[in-house]
């Protein structure tokens, strides 16, 4: 396990930190396919929380895309780095899960957010956030549809359906609701970085053969609050 301090001149206010977000926003890059799905490594991230002590724990796990089998897997805690702010919550995470993808044996391949790409109210989410900053291709896989509207996808899985950002423009595709399992709640899928939206879904899609959420982000969600637990005990 990795511990992580707070990174010197990280942002400490809300203005600071939309500055930020602001400049590397210009860097996403939306016109490459990514890896081709079932191939490869796929690299799940994943934080828990202890709000009382101020700690993070984050956990990456490394799977073989084409067996979902583990290939490898990092932790890393340290003190949250930025208070709750809605829409600026990849400050809070950010070192802390770079810590833990720095710290694996191997390289990533694919990440798997379990949160929001350009499913975010400034079109920057932490899987955005993070595959800027390593170059990485990212992807958000999401619980629910944050601020953003849709109709219900058909009941089979595989459906999808358009998750819609109004703007001046009119309606704008910031995601997919996307049903992974047949006649169950779908996941909300955003492109992060270097990955297109038809290869987020598919990736999506491949990761979860048996149930709802993909396979990286259950075995990082359980792998990080393990250490949180040994963290703080």
């Known amino acids: 396990m990795t511990t992580v301090r707070i990174p010197?001149?990280?942002p400490a206010t809300e203005e600071q930190a939309r500055a930020v977000q602001d400049e590397l926003r210009e860097r996403v890059v939306l016109d490459e396919p990514g890896p081709p799905p079932g191939t490869g490594r796929v690299t799940g991230v994943?934080?828990?929380?202890?709000?009382?002590?101020?700690v993070v724990a984050a956990a990456a796990v490394v799977l073989d895309a084409a067996t979902l089998d583990v290939v490898a897997e990092a932790t890393a805690v340290g003190q949250v780095s930025f208070p709750y702010v809605p829409g600026l919550l990849a400050f809070r995470e950010i070192p802390t899960v770079l810590?833990?993808?720095?710290?694996?044996?191997?390289?990533?391949?694919?990440?798997?957010c379990d949160g929001y790409g350009l499913a975010h109210p400034r079109r920057f989410g932490l899987a955005s956030h993070l595959g800027v900053l390593t170059g990485l291709p990212?992807?958000?896989?999401a619980k629910n549809p944050f601020t953003f509207s849709y109709?219900?996808?058909?009941?089979?899985?595989?459906?999808?359906?358009?998750?819609?950002a109004d703007g001046p423009a009119g309606a704008e595709e910031v995601g997919r609701a996307l049903r992974t399992r047949d006649g169950v709640k779908p996941v909300f899928v955003s492109v992060g970085h270097r990955v297109n939206l038809d290869n987020a879904c598919a990736h999506t899609l491949a990761l979860t053969p048996k149930?709802?959420?993909?396979?990286?982000?259950r075995r990082a969600d359980s792998l990080c609050r393990r250490a949180l637990r040994e963290a703080t005990p």
């Not at 994943?46 to 101020?54: H, M």
């Not at 109709?151 to 819609?164: D, I, K, T, V």
């Open 211 to 217: 149930y709802r959420l993909p396979e990286t982000t």
């Open 138 to 141: 990212t992807i958000g896989v």
């Open 151 to 164: 109709e219900e996808p058909g009941a089979e899985r595989g459906s999808a359906s358009p998750l819609l």
């Open 46 to 54: 994943d934080v828990a929380y202890d709000d009382e002590r101020d």
């Open 99 to 112: 810590a833990a993808l720095g710290a694996l044996p191997c390289g990533p391949g694919l990440v798997v």
């Open 8 to 10: 010197a001149g990280w």
